[in-house]
């Protein structure tokens, strides 16, 4: 779906997302005296750089900046602190991407004029990054079926949409379908997370081995070949040895195929997360 603009030219809103099996917190839509109405979340976030304009270069002569953002009466505000003095960018209705110095507060106003100019050109890019990411965020959150459902219950005062009726085939093989996706993610993450653990074995056992090739089937997992530091081929006793300190984790599936006959570094694999 197209999200609406909201932002100067040049600035997109918001993010993609592609299904994924893990649970987000649940959101909780309980007025007073009224039912609770919750949806679970399952999505994972997107988000492009390349959707965006390149960022300005922060002053070289300031310490690095610590960002962060809430939201106070419905808009998003990002704080940029640069030695504990801390600048405000948010969206004005009228006048665009605005901050502290706009209201005659100015946190940076000992800062080189020239570092000072830079600094807020970097945090008002950065504020609508933040701010049209959020943004994109919430459409496309309040968009998903569940989701959808108990606004729209909590609004009219009446119960969300009952769970789907399994007794129907037709109902139960979609169902069923949709399950058997996030189960396969669910595969996938655990056998990623694994593979971390695996190359943390092999970094402490092993550290001459610098990366190696993968073979994983049905009943057997190898490391067929791995190098050294230097690109020279590990002695046949060292293959043979961390191929059996990584065997036992083919039993609980760490391994994710994409490594199958791939070479892999001992530091990307100990580095590799999970999406989302």
Known sequence: ?????????????GGQFAPDARAEPSINLSPAGDKIHTA???????????DFDQLPEWPATLPQPEVSFDFSDGKCETNITVDDKMMTFWDSDSDG??????????????????????????GKRVHQRIDSST?????????TPEVNSIILAHSLGKDPSPAPDLTHCSVRD?????????????????????????????????PVIDSFNLVVGDKHMVI????????????????????????????????????????ITVEDAINFRPAG
Do not use: H
Not at 1 to 13: E, F
Not at 98 to 122: C, H, K, R
Not at 135 to 143: F, K, R, T
């Open 97 to 122: 991407t605005i901050n502290d110095t706009d209201n005659g507060n100015n946190p940076w106003e000992d800062f080189d004029e020239e570092d000072q100019e830079m600094a807020l050109e970097w």
């Open 224 to 263: 067929s070949e791995a190098w050294d530091a230097d690109g020279n081929p590990v002695s046949d006793e060292t293959l043979g040895a961390a191929t059996q300190a990584v065997f036992r984790y083919r039993e609980e599936d760490d391994f994710n195929t994409f490594t199958d006959q791939k070479t």
């Open 1 to 13: 779906m197209n999200t609406p603009a909201r932002q100067p030219q040049g600035i997109p809103t």
């Open 135 to 143: 943004y994109g965020i919430m459409i496309e959150a309040s968009c």
């Open 40 to 50: 679970e979340l399952r999505k994972t976030i997107e988000l492009r750089n390349a």
């Open 174 to 206: 979609a169902y069923l379908t949709k399950a058997e996706a996030r189960l396969a993610a669910a595969r996938d993450e655990i056998q990623n997370i694994y593979m971390i653990g695996a190359a943390q074995e092999l970094r402490e056992d092993f």
